[in-house]
């Protein structure tokens, strides 16, 4: 009985998990509201109990927890997208905000699709685009230019501008990477989607004039492979394109560049009389603008298609006018330039003294740049110039051979000066 006794009053060390409310007085057969009021919990101390999604947190990586977010949230298509991403980007655990920032404007857009507003689609994605600008997200930039053109495709309500907006962002990114093909295909999506239409960024920038400008940008890189190439044909063509795109664009400077970019394609080709009508409008677009560096240029290009023709004399004149603006504007390197063309088409002509003299300017303002290439070049070209006339004088003295020609080249031996004509005088 005593021991029936004890059993019955024996008390369990767990609690019944049938019942989870019985045995929870204390030894002193207290109620649980009268123990929980002798003891009260510490605030600070509940604030240490951590729960099990808390601790995952912790203990696992931060790509994991976040994926695991937007599937528990339902965010399915979010997920697939990052899930992809993080398939190459390695090293996404070591940039929390970039990831975090991903997440946040995926689930947005998701949100925003599902309730059919693509507007605010296509601006969570374009905010992706724009928010990896370092050289290492260039790919992130890439997808996020390409998944908000895909999202301003769906937005109707706008004639497309949205989508005009889309491939400028892309075409520039293409163009930063140097893939001009796919560029090219982006502006020119650009151009005819902005054509009429009266589009502005937030600058107050035209849609299309900036599309103009890009492809004349894009046009002209192609064409100077195609020059490199020596495919003139194709370059011609292309540089055609610039220069059309220019003009469009309503840019004075930038039509007056294509012309002679146009030009220089060609005279290289050897349509030398095209070249020099192109180099024209170049000369009377600089002169309105007053550019003297792009004029100097332009006289420089024509006095080589003059002297191709064998028009060296109007040559001469170009190289002068160049010569002449390059000293006005102070623009020594122009200006050294001009001398050693004009010292060029003077030797040619068998005008050695004259050609000295130039070559020799030249090699002075090359001293006052410390450009030693220059220095050097102008060095040899005088020594060229003065050797040959030099010679002239002395082949003329020999041809006649009279008592007083022999006597100068005799005088002309003792004294040893450099300059022949001087001692034969």
């Known amino acids: 009985m005593s021991s029936a006794v004890a059993r019955g009053s024996r008390t369990p060390i767990l609690p019944d ?11 002193t057969s207290k109620s649980s509201r009268e123990w929980i009021k002798e003891n009260p919990v510490d605030p600070a101390e509940e604030k240490t109990q951590i729960t099990e999604h808390e601790i995952a947190l912790f203990r ?3 790509h994991q927890n976040v994926c695991v977010a937007m599937l528990s949230e339902g965010f399915h298509r979010s997920f697939a997208e990052l899930f992809a991403l993080l398939q190459r980007w390695k090293e996404a655990e070591e940039h929390p905000h970039k990831l975090q920032t991903i997440q946040h404007h995926l689930t947005r857009a998701e949100t925003a699709e599902r309730a059919g507003q693509y507007a605010e689609v296509y601006e969570d994605h374009l905010f992706l685009a724009s928010f990896f600008t370092e050289p290492e997200d260039e790919w992130l930039k890439r997808h996020f230019s390409q998944l908000a053109l895909h999202s301003a495709r769906k937005f109707k309500m706008d004639c497309g501008k949205r989508e005009a907006e889309a491939n400028l962002h892309l075409g520039q990114v293409y163009l930063e990477k140097g ?29 299309h004039s900036r599309s103009c400008d890009e492809l004349q940008r894009v046009y002209t890189l192609l064409a ?5 190439d020596h495919h003139y044909a194709d370059a011609i063509k292309m540089f055609n394109k610039a220069y059309e795109m220019a003009k469009e664009s309503g840019d004075r400077g930038q039509e007056g560049e294509a012309a002679y970019r146009l030009g220089l394609a060609y005279q290289s080709a050897g349509d030398q009389k095209t070249a020099k009508e192109l180099f024209s409008v170049n000369i009377e677009i600089s002169t309105t603008l007053e550019n003297t560096d792009s004029l100097g240029r332009a006289y420089e290009a024509i006095a080589k298609s003059l002297e191709s023709e064998g028009n060296l004399t109007e040559a001469t004149e170009y190289l002068e006018k160049f010569a002449e603006i390059s000293l006005n504007s102070k623009q020594d390197r122009n200006l050294e330039k001009a001398y050693m063309c004009l010292g060029n088409i003077l030797n040619s002509r068998k005008q050695y003294d004259e050609a000295c003299v130039h070559f020799k300017h030249a090699y002075e303002i090359a001293c006052n740049l410390a450009s030693v290439p220059r220095l050097q070049k102008a060095q040899v070209c005088v020594s060229s110039a003065r050797a040959l006339g030099m010679m002239q004088t002395y082949h003329t003295i020999i041809e006649n051979p009279e008592r007083q020609n022999i006597q100068k080249i005799i005088s002309w031996k003792e004294r040893r000066e450099d300059n022949f004509s001087v001692a034969t005088s």
């Open 17 to 27: 998990i049938h019942n989870p409310h019985k045995h929870r007085n204390t030894p």
């Open 60 to 62: 696992k990586p931060l």
């Open 224 to 228: 100077q492979t195609l020059l490199q």
């Open 179 to 207: 893939q001009l093909e796919p560029a090219q295909e982006r502006y020119e999506a650009v151009y005819h989607l902005s054509m009429g239409r009266p589009w502005q960024d937030t600058s107050g920038r035209m849609h």
